[in-house]
């Protein structure tokens, strides 16, 4: 049974990344995997998971977040071997500062070697990377910048709009994966949520499951290349 959880969609549910667990599940289901898809609300205890996916939100509930988790002894299950997917505010949370209201500084979890500051301005727009041969499309909504550790390794490089810091997106540390691609970014990009099956299940890689979405993701791609040569 592979055991996906959507942590505390009540504070990170902002930008609709609660979408990546319902692509997949049904991807997963669709292979005739046995999948279960887990709410961990903010007032329960974590459920436990084989991959946890933290979502965007606002920069109030994302600091709850980072209290509950530490509670929740969050970092414990990924020492053990959970992988996450994060996305934006799940993104700064792993890292071991951040910084989105005023200059207030918070602790993060500490998970991944990372620091994010307030940037000059709001990063509102397409996201547009490449995650090794493959194009990856989103969309991006944050106030901060993030400088990832000189060890760790970018989840991708940017072609449009600023992931990180307008050079590189997000991070890949061991089976942390995380970036700034809202979308919901599985739901948008089919290849990357096989990937994160795949990852989550041990498997280097999956058989192609072809539907809409692929159709979707390559008039995305054509639409969002376009606009940049333009
Ligand atoms: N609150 C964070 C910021 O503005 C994250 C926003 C988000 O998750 N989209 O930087």
Not at 140 to 168: K, L, S
Request: hydrophobic letters at 40%.
């Amino acid at each position: 049974m592979l055991r996906i959880v959507q942590v505390y969609p009540e504070l990170l549910g902002t930008y609709g990344d609660g979408g990546n667990g319902l692509v997949l599940k049904e991807r997963a289901r669709r292979r005739g995997i046995d999948v279960e898809l887990i709410r961990a609300d903010m007032d329960d205890p974590l459920p436990a998971g084989d991959v946890y996916l933290l979502g965007g939100g606002e920069d109030g509930p994302q600091r709850l977040a980072v209290a509950l988790l530490e509670e929740a002894g969050f970092s414990r299950r990924v020492a053990n071997g959970a992988m996450v997917f994060a996305v934006c505010a799940g993104l700064q949370m792993l890292g071991s500062r951040f910084s989105v209201q005023g200059d207030d500084e918070y602790v993060g979890l500490g998970l991944v070697d990372a620091v994010t500051t307030r940037a000059p301005s709001r990063a509102v727009g397409d996201l547009m990377t490449t995650v090794g041969a493959s194009t990856m499309v989103g969309f991006e909504n944050h106030g901060g910048e993030t400088t990832i550790g000189a060890g760790v390794e970018p989840f991708a490089t940017v072609v449009r709009g600023r992931g990180n810091d307008g050079r590189v997106d997000g991070f890949r540390a061991g089976r942390i994966w995380a970036t700034y691609a809202h979308g919901p970014v599985l739901a948008l990009n089919p290849w990357l949520a096989d990937a994160v099956l795949a990852e989550s299940l041990g498997l280097s890689e999956l058989a192609p499951l072809p539907s809409v979405a692929d159709r979707l993701y390559e008039s995305r791609c054509r639409a969002l290349t376009k606009r940049s040569a333009d």
